[in-house]
Protein backbone atom coordinates (compact mmCIF):
# COMPACT_ATOMS: atom_id res chain seq x y z
CA UNK A 1 0.00 0.00 0.00
CA UNK A 2 1.57 3.92 -1.06
CA UNK A 3 2.35 5.86 1.91
CA UNK A 4 -0.28 8.26 0.50
CA UNK A 5 -3.40 5.95 1.42
CA UNK A 6 -2.40 5.34 4.85
CA UNK A 7 -4.43 7.18 7.55
CA UNK A 8 -3.52 10.02 9.98
CA UNK A 9 -2.98 7.06 12.47
CA UNK A 10 -1.18 4.79 10.95
CA UNK A 11 1.29 7.60 10.10
CA UNK A 12 1.81 8.70 13.53
CA UNK A 13 2.33 4.99 14.76
CA UNK A 14 4.77 4.46 12.48
CA UNK A 15 6.58 7.95 13.48
CA UNK A 16 6.33 7.27 17.00
CA UNK A 17 8.45 4.08 16.29
CA UNK A 18 11.14 5.65 14.35
CA UNK A 19 11.27 8.59 17.02
CA UNK A 20 13.39 6.48 19.45
CA UNK A 21 10.86 6.96 22.14
CA UNK A 22 10.53 10.73 21.66
CA UNK A 23 7.06 10.78 21.24
CA UNK A 24 4.25 8.53 22.89
CA UNK A 25 1.92 5.65 21.07
CA UNK A 26 -1.23 6.11 23.07
CA UNK A 27 -4.46 7.28 21.89
CA UNK A 28 -4.62 10.52 24.45
CA UNK A 29 -1.39 11.48 22.67
CA UNK A 30 -2.30 10.69 19.27
CA UNK A 31 -5.48 13.49 20.07
CA UNK A 32 -2.89 15.94 21.23
CA UNK A 33 -0.42 15.22 18.20
CA UNK A 34 -3.53 16.60 15.99
CA UNK A 35 -3.52 19.58 17.81
CA UNK A 36 -0.03 20.23 17.68
CA UNK A 37 0.34 19.31 14.15
CA UNK A 38 -2.76 21.50 13.10
CA UNK A 39 -0.98 24.72 15.05
CA UNK A 40 2.36 23.42 13.25
CA UNK A 41 0.16 23.83 9.54
CA UNK A 42 -0.87 27.49 10.53
CA UNK A 43 3.00 28.46 11.38
CA UNK A 44 3.90 26.80 8.25
CA UNK A 45 1.30 29.30 5.92
CA UNK A 46 2.06 32.57 8.38
CA UNK A 47 4.55 35.11 8.79
CA UNK A 48 3.51 36.28 12.27
CA UNK A 49 5.79 35.79 15.48
CA UNK A 50 2.72 34.73 17.06
CA UNK A 51 0.14 32.55 16.75
CA UNK A 52 -3.14 31.70 18.83
CA UNK A 53 -4.36 28.18 20.22
CA UNK A 54 -7.40 27.74 22.41
CA UNK A 55 -7.53 31.37 23.35
CA UNK A 56 -3.79 31.51 24.01
CA UNK A 57 -1.34 33.52 22.19
CA UNK A 58 2.06 32.08 22.03
CA UNK A 59 5.59 33.41 20.57
CA UNK A 60 6.55 31.27 17.67
CA UNK A 61 9.56 29.06 18.59
CA UNK A 62 9.89 27.59 14.85
CA UNK A 63 9.87 29.33 11.49
CA UNK A 64 7.89 28.83 9.13
CA UNK A 65 10.35 26.72 6.60
CA UNK A 66 11.14 24.66 9.66
CA UNK A 67 7.36 23.87 10.26
CA UNK A 68 6.59 23.27 6.00
CA UNK A 69 9.47 20.65 6.51
CA UNK A 70 7.86 19.11 9.84
CA UNK A 71 4.94 18.74 8.36
CA UNK A 72 6.36 17.04 5.56
CA UNK A 73 8.24 14.72 7.34
CA UNK A 74 5.07 13.51 9.22
CA UNK A 75 3.61 12.99 5.94
CA UNK A 76 6.58 10.72 5.21
CA UNK A 77 6.77 9.46 8.57
CA UNK A 78 10.86 10.86 8.77
CA UNK A 79 11.80 11.46 12.45
CA UNK A 80 14.84 13.57 11.89
CA UNK A 81 15.98 16.60 14.03
CA UNK A 82 13.46 18.99 12.61
CA UNK A 83 10.56 16.48 13.05
CA UNK A 84 11.78 16.66 16.95
CA UNK A 85 11.04 20.60 16.66
CA UNK A 86 7.40 19.83 16.63
CA UNK A 87 8.02 18.55 20.66
CA UNK A 88 8.71 22.27 21.11
CA UNK A 89 5.70 23.37 19.81
CA UNK A 90 3.96 20.58 21.90
CA UNK A 91 5.63 21.87 25.52
CA UNK A 92 4.53 25.25 24.34
CA UNK A 93 1.19 24.18 24.08
CA UNK A 94 1.82 22.04 27.41
CA UNK A 95 0.50 18.88 25.75
CA UNK A 96 1.94 15.93 25.84
CA UNK A 97 2.65 13.59 22.24
Known amino acids: MKLSSWSTHSKYVVLVDHSSGRLNG???????????????????????????????IYIRKITSSD?????????????????????????QLKLRI
Open 26 to 56: NYSTFINFLKVKDVINNIAFSDKSTYSSDGN
Open 67 to 91: AKIIINNIEECKWNNKTELMLLVAS
